[in-house]
């Protein structure tokens, strides 16, 4: 039985186990069985197109399973396994879960970009679409309907618009193309297994709810708004379906020590003794991309600061949280520096009362196995941050 409240230390534990951390990384060759076990454990993988590391894809499955075929996602979706659609954000979903996001599909768009579209060119978008069913899967670049120079974040031009409305709406679906990482969109029914289109849409309803216990699921512990946000739903029509999951007995209310709202554990949830690893958590990963639910559960104030003027940055361009045990103990601003065959640490920090020497032995062994994974041959920790001289003896030594 599950108790009716719970330290925090207990919450973080049940959480990283329900995310797959519990589980010990495979000790011989990783294969597609390990791939559908991280899948199944985070339901869904967020896409980020930013490489000065790795493709933020990459690295929840390296966290998870060390160093593996970094083949394993478009192998997956090739197979007809995953299929890539706007769940959290840009997404890799599973296609068995296709028919739980058709009811999203199948509704009015409310884009501005797409209304402000069909009024300037009527027809547009449909030629579009009978385009890439004559020609086959087309990139955006493909459609030439640019006029200028592209300019930063979101720049879509018509081409762009007209093949995001459709993918939203599941006419078609992408891939990426592997040089440049660009989506190749083509027809659903070409690119997803045939059973996966036949089968119905789960009606809006019961979709939100499956969505939900599957949330719960990948979360082991929750609050209602971290429950919506796993899939991006929102709290006002979920609400009565977490409380109809409740009087079912498919979610159990619980108190977690220190939470001012309810939370959801999942029957299934496991709640183990410990927590034994040291993993650097892509800042899109589903342990720490809900920067409130970070906070609760791991006192870890963590923001995202690409997007950030430099000379503003705390951290550094690409900052990973270091998880450590059931603890987010410190980050690393990474860079895998290609023509150089060098992973770059380029800042070093560890929070408040972390043994730094102990935290070193363990991280330096981290990023020698990743840099191995990325074909790097060293390692370069620069010294900046109060974790710096400790992690390069520590990486010098390895």
Request: with cysteine; aromatic share 8%.
């Amino acid at each position: 039985m599950t108790p009716d409240r719970l330290s925090l230390a207990q919450a973080r534990r049940i959480a990283l186990a329900a995310q797959g951390f519990a589980d010990p990384r495979p000790t011989g060759r990783v294969d597609r069985r390990h791939f559908r076990r991280v899948m199944d454990r985070m339901g869904i993988i967020q896409i980020d197109s930013v490489n000065v590391l790795v493709r933020s894809q990459e690295l929840p499955l390296f966290a998870r399973l060390g160093p593996h075929p970094r083949s394993l996602i478009a192998d997956a979706t090739a197979d007809g396994e995953l299929f890539e659609y706007w769940v959290h954000e840009a997404s890799h979903v599973p296609t068995e879960h296709h028919h739980l996001h058709r009811w999203q599909m199948e509704r009015d768009h409310k884009w501005s970009r797409y209304w402000d579209l069909q009024q300037r060119r009527p027809g547009f978008i449909d030629s579009v679409l009978q385009r890439i069913e004559m020609d086959g899967p087309l990139a955006s670049g493909d459609l030439n309907e640019r006029v200028g120079k592209k300019g930063q974040w979101w720049d879509w031009d018509d081409g762009k618009v007209a093949l995001e409305h459709l993918f939203w709406k599941g006419a078609i679906t992408a891939t990426r193309r592997p040089n440049d990482f660009a989506r190749m969109y083509d027809l659903a029914e070409r690119v997803l297994p045939a059973d996966v289109v036949a089968r119905p849409a789960a009606p809006e309803r019961e979709a939100r709810k499956e969505l939900l216990l599957l949330a719960a699921r990948h979360h082991g512990v929750a609050t209602l708004t971290d429950l919506t946000d796993y899939h991006r739903q929102k709290n006002q029509p979920c609400k009565p379906l977490v409380d109809e999951l409740v009087e079912d007995g498919a979610l159990l209310p619980v108190q977690v020590e220190g939470w001012t709202k309810p939370a959801y554990v999942h029957p299934e949830a496991r709640t183990p003794r410990r927590i034994d690893v040291c993993a650097l958590l892509s800042p899109f990963d589903p342990v720490c991309w809900h920067r409130d639910r970070n906070e609760r559960l791991f006192g870890f104030h963590y923001r995202i600061e690409i997007y950030t003027p430099a000379p503003k940055r705390i951290y550094g361009y690409y900052v990973l949280p270091v998880l450590w045990g059931d603890s987010l103990v410190g980050r690393v601003d990474l860079k895998a520096d290609r023509q150089a065959r060098v992973l770059r640490v380029q800042g070093s920090f560890a929070e408040p009362g972390v043994p730094l020497d102990a935290l070193a032995d363990d991280l330096a062994r981290e990023l020698r196995a990743m840099a191995t994974w990325l074909d790097l041959d060293e390692v370069d920790v620069q010294p900046r941050g109060d974790l710096a001289p400790a992690l390069n003896r520590c990486v010098s030594a390895l």
